[in-house]
């Protein structure tokens, strides 16, 4: 059984432009959520999808965003990058929301210069 | 609101020798709890998880975790620690008493785990 999958792995982006990030779920898995991983705030929780609705969302700007599609699959995206945007960002999947078999995929290394 | 504390930035131990990483969680309802280990320039790998039932909690890798809900911990274990265990571990909290979690999961700052030959 596949894990969760991340693409791109890594990227670099200028201050100002946008990215978008992709997240497929293990197979069966309808929730995905996302984190954000720098070393000085730790993991920080950004949103959750199930159904293709958002469930909840971490305390992070409008300029983060995501949506889910029919299939499970995710992207988030992040608008007018700034410096302090550069992270790893973590997609994890679940077979329901506020699920307690939780698995992470390998991240997006994301650098804005 | 639900946080997690983890003590010690470095825990150091001998290989062979039983480790311990340490966990303290805060929740207003009952939590799920969790362990995961991340590796470098790696995403964050499931090593056990707490839902109800039994406070001794066996994982993946030999590890194991005590819930001890009068003092809101969760510590790691493993008997015998071995090099390739050398790691970062992030300790995590879902408190189910509100709403089943709609924070997500919230996790401590991590602890870098060295095990010395």
């Known amino acids: 059984k596949a894990g969760v999958t991340q693409t791109p792995r890594y990227l670099i982006k200028t201050r100002g432009q946008q990215v978008t990030l992709s997240c497929s779920p293990i197979?069966?898995?309808?929730?995905v959520s996302w984190y954000q991983q720098t070393p000085g705030q730790g993991l920080q929780f950004l949103f959750e999808?199930?159904?293709?609705?958002?469930?909840n969302k971490g305390n992070f700007p409008g300029r983060f965003s995501g949506r889910q599609f029919s299939n499970s699959r995710s992207e988030m995206n992040v608008s007018t990058l700034e410096l302090g945007d550069s992270a790893l960002y973590l997609c994890?999947?679940?077979?329901?929301?506020?699920?307690?078999?939780?698995?992470f995929g390998e991240g997006s290394w994301l650098t804005v210069v | 609101a639900q946080s997690v504390a983890q003590p010690e930035d470095q825990v150091n131990v001998a290989e062979g020798n039983p480790l311990t990483v340490k966990c303290t969680y805060s929740?207003?309802?009952?939590?799920?709890l969790f362990w995961y280990v991340q590796y470098p320039n790696r995403g964050l790998q499931f090593l056990l998880k707490?839902?109800?039932?039994?406070?001794l909690v066996k994982g993946s890798y030999g590890f194991e975790a005590e819930f001890n809900k009068s003092q809101t911990s969760f510590h790691l274990k493993k008997p015998s620690a071995l090099v390739s265990d050398s790691a970062l571990y992030f300790c995590?909290?879902?408190?189910?008493?509100?709403?089943?979690?709609?924070?997500?999961?919230?996790f401590g700052k991590g602890t870098h785990l060295i095990i010395q030959p």
């Open positions: 994890a999947s679940s077979s329901l929301p506020g699920g307690n078999t939780i698995y």
């Open positions: 197979s069966g898995h309808r929730s």
């Open positions: 999808y199930f159904s293709e609705t958002q469930r």
């Open positions: 929740v207003s309802g009952n939590p799920y």
């Open positions: 707490y839902i109800t039932g039994d406070n």
């Open positions: 995590a909290v879902r408190d189910i008493g509100s709403g089943g979690g709609a924070d997500g999961l919230t």
